[in-house]
């Protein structure tokens, strides 16, 4: 590689080392999300000073080519390609029943059939797997705990665990206590319980448009009337919900303002303060699905709405599916205005939630393992969205637009006129591909050409020639 640069030649050494770093992307040996070596490798491999290497970074860093991410170094970005984000979407705001349509098993049936990739699911903690560790920590609690484990625990959960995920919203700003949480079984079944405590059969409850599908599904069998409130680029339009509000009696919001799914949008901390603004001073209780928020991009952690409630308002619910395991269905309300209610439908609906499962992900917390994984899992599933978005602009047909998430594992693909994202999803099922169809993001049926595809797997050349196949069939779909 040293031979590359040429110490005696007119062009400054920094250039050289930028002109050999364009080449091997156009060569293909280096692509977006990519890392690039350390200052201190590349200075040995090409026999050139750091700060050489350095000012290379930075004028590519300039250029737009590069981005430095705080302790972790400098990686390619999707570059060469104008990948649009999906088009804000346009409609007046009005409450609806929801009627999820049997498309939705047809989903869940894909995922969950043999030889199939599941890029229709979000499963993000897949890129960087947990269950090693997981199943050590297991062994070790049912060889050191004994019966004890096997018993039903306590209603709202077992303490110690309950006590470390509080001091994790400590952490994040949240003046929490271990009263108000109750640990569920996942965070599904914490929403169940947050929307029952503050609506009932025949209120609105405003959602994100788009939002996940579990929650349409949850407002159609409670009996509820969904509002769709329209999400941009940068997360949920306040404007737009102001207006509905004013419009419409809501009874409560349940929103996933810091990274949507399927968008993967969020808003800013200074609009997520006015959204909880907006909401308190009109009474509403707002529901914080947060389920993805330590899957973060951003630079600094992020801070929950809850720490901007002064009414109380805001009802926390997230789990441990998306960081550590869905199978283990661990979740939790945290709210110090519903508590009492949120315990009783707990009971009510399953009793307690397992303790063997609990003991596990306290531990994990414990070791310090669960944070190590997390920053890990968190430049995975960056490096996986970059790649993941500029294979889509290579290989989709001109006029797909994709989302740029700032976090969590999966992208909103917004394909061009003509192409019916349903009709995508059988094709790409018989080709032994899963991915979700756009229309099951929606309470009234909208999203008929986006569909939603996962990033969070680990990246091989079987995503990549799945990617490509996908295109093929969406360029089929225009003929
Ligand atoms: C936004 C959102 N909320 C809630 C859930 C449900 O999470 P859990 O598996 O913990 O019940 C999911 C799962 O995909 C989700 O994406």
Redesign the pocket.
């Known amino acids: 590689m040293s031979s590359i640069i040429q110490k005696n030649s007119q062009q400054f050494l920094y250039q050289q080392v930028i002109e050999l770093i364009e080449a091997m992307q156009s060569a293909g040996s280096l692509r977006a999300g990519d890392k690039l070596p350390s200052l201190r490798k590349l200075s040995q491999q090409l026999d050139v000073s750091i700060p050489t290497i350095k000012q290379a970074y930075i004028e590519l860093e300039r250029l737009g080519r590069v981005e430095a991410r705080p302790k972790s170094g400098y990686f390619i970005r999707s570059g060469g390609f104008d990948i649009s984000t999906p088009k804000k979407p346009k409609f007046i705001s009005r409450p609806v029943p929801v009627r999820c349509q049997t498309l939705i098993e047809e989903a869940y049936d894909a995922v969950h059939s043999t030889n199939i990739l599941p890029l229709g699911?979000?499963?993000p903690v897949m890129a960087c797997p947990a269950d090693k560790n997981l199943a050590r920590i297991m062994r070790r609690v049912l060889a050191s705990a004994g019966p004890k484990v096997m018993a039903y625990g306590p209603m709202d959960g077992y303490l110690p665990l309950k006590r470390q995920v509080v001091q994790r919203y400590l952490e994040r700003g949240v003046a929490a206590r271990h009263e108000d949480l109750v640990i569920t079984?996942?965070?599904?079944?914490?929403?169940a319980i947050a929307v029952q405590c503050v609506a009932k059969p025949g209120d609105i409850v405003a959602v994100e448009s788009p939002?996940?599908f579990?929650?349409l599904e949850l407002i159609e069998n409670l009996g509820m009337m969904a509002l769709e409130i329209p999400t941009c680029d940068e997360g949920l339009c306040l404007d737009d919900l102001v207006e509905s509000l004013d419009k419409h009696d809501v009874k409560a919001c349940l929103f996933?303002s810091l990274i949507?799914?399927p968008t993967g949008a969020g808003l800013s901390d200074e609009k997520r303060q006015q959204l909880v603004e907006i909401v308190e001073s009109r009474n509403i209780p707002l529901i914080e699905?947060d389920?993805?928020s330590e899957l973060h991009f951003f630079d600094k952690d992020t801070i929950p709405m809850q720490a901007y409630s002064k009414k109380g308002l805001v009802i926390t619910?997230?789990?441990?599916?998306?960081t550590a395991a869905?199978s283990y269905?661990?979740?939790w309300v945290l709210s110090n205005r519903i508590e009492q209610r949120a315990k009783g439908f707990k009971r009510a609906i399953s009793c307690s939630s397992s303790l063997l499962n609990q003991w596990v992900i306290n531990e994990y917390l414990r070791s310090g393992d669960f944070d190590r994984n997390i920053r890990r899992l968190r430049q995975i599933l960056r490096t996986n969205k970059d790649r993941m978005r500029n294979l889509i602009a290579e290989c989709f047909p001109p006029k797909t637009r994709v989302s740029d998430p700032k976090g969590?594992g999966v992208v909103w693909v917004e394909l061009p006129v003509g192409c019916d994202s349903t009709a995508l999803f059988h094709k790409a099922v018989e080709a032994g591909i899963s991915i979700t169809p756009g229309t099951l993001f929606s309470a009234s049926g909208k999203y008929k050409r986006h569909t939603r595809i996962s990033y969070g797997l680990p990246w091989t050349i079987e995503v990549e020639a799945a990617i490509e196949k996908l295109g093929q069939i969406a360029y089929q779909l225009l003929e």
Not at 185 to 191: I, P, S
Request: charged share 15%; glycine share 12%; net charge neutral.
């Open positions: 699911i979000s499963h079984n996942g965070a599904q079944e914490a929403l939002t996940y579990g929650i996933s949507n799914n699905d389920v993805y619910c997230s789990s441990f599916s998306k869905p269905r661990i979740g969590g």
